[in-house]
């Protein structure tokens, strides 16, 4: 029996192309909160080295939701806290 060609796409080549969208939806949203976020802070504030970061926020803590407590947010670094309190700047007076 001769096999005609069709318009319609397989079965697994539709499921192949939304599973391929998905994983660029996935890493997009990887890519786009593991940069450093100091909305209202400066970058010296928020250079904490990873050791001494003091936890600010919660699971799945957004940038957003993480400097509107007066936190620096920064995913580049696992298994440390990524919403942290930043360092407190001094004054010098003498």
């Known amino acids: 029996m001769k096999r005609v060609p069709s318009c319609v796409p397989e079965p697994t ?3 192949m192309a939304r599973a391929l969208c998905l994983l660029g939806l996935v890493l997009a949203l990887l890519f786009s909160s593991s940069t ?3 909305v209202g802070l400066s970058a010296n504030q928020c250079a ?3 050791k ?3 936890d600010c926020g919660y699971p799945q803590i957004t940038p957003e939701q993480c400097n509107s407590r007066g936190c620096c947010f920064d995913a580049s ?3 440390v806290p990524w ?3 930043p360092l407190q700047e001094t004054e ?3």
């Open 13 to 15: 080549e539709v499921m």
């Open 36 to 38: 450093e976020e100091y």
């Open 77 to 79: 670094i696992f298994e």
């Open 83 to 85: 919403c942290f309190k």
């Open 52 to 54: 001494d970061r003091v």
């Open 48 to 50: 904490v080295p990873a």
């Open 92 to 94: 010098c007076t003498f």
